[in-house]
């Protein structure tokens, strides 16, 4: 699976460990930032992982910053994207199979490297339970919801 991972400086050293990790357990990790722990701002790097997702780049992402908070929030923002902060397996694998959620967020001061490649591991190996009449009809609630507002929020920039 192709993953786009990204991290502010907070992130940088965990990403690092993670993109290894997915290569190690034959995945493709495709590094859009930070490139060093040199301060930096994660909006920029939840855009660029959003992105690649949106276009079809990428199946997946991992974000990461120091709390997980801010590139939740940021990523969060972007259409089609579902970001979640995951600091436990069981969230991991759970956000993908109710909720279909493509991008997994850590925060690099809450969780440990290995308990971080567990959960990378738990977020890989679900998929999105689509014969859960259930869990799609709730999809399909958040994407009513994220089109609506998607329209109200340009018809007010006209």
Same mark, same amino acid.
């Given at each position: ?16 460990? &993670?993109?290894?990790?997915?290569? #190690? ?6 590094? &859009? /930032?930070?490139?060093?722990?040199? =301060? @930096?701002?994660? =909006? ?5 992982? /959003? ?6 780049? @990428?199946?997946?992402?991992?974000? $990461?910053? /120091? ?11 972007? =259409?089609?994207?579902?970001?979640? $902060? ?19 967020? +850590? /925060?690099? #001061? ?26 799609? #009809? #709730?999809?399909?609630? &958040?994407?009513?919801?994220?089109? &609506?507002? +998607? ?8």
């Amino acid at each position: 699976m192709k993953i786009a991972v990204g991290s502010d400086h907070a992130g940088f050293v965990l990403k690092q460990e &993670l993109a290894l990790h997915l290569s #190690r357990i034959g995945h493709t990790a495709v590094d &859009l /930032g930070a490139y060093n722990t040199e =301060p @930096s701002d994660y =909006p920029d790097f939840a855009a660029v992982v /959003g992105k690649a997702l949106m276009a079809g780049t @990428s199946e997946r992402g991992i974000l $990461i910053c /120091g709390s997980g908070v801010g590139v939740s929030v940021a990523a969060n923002k972007m =259409p089609g994207i579902r970001a979640a $902060i995951c600091h436990d397996t069981y969230s991991a694998h759970q956000g993908v199979e109710h909720d279909d959620m493509n991008i997994l967020v +850590m /925060g690099s #001061r809450i969780v440990g490297s290995a308990l971080a490649l567990d959960i990378v591991e738990a977020f890989l190996g679900a998929r999105f339970q689509s014969s859960e009449e259930r869990f799609v #009809r #709730r999809l399909g609630k &958040l994407e009513n919801i994220e089109h &609506l507002y +998607m329209r109200e929020s340009e018809l007010r920039t006209v």
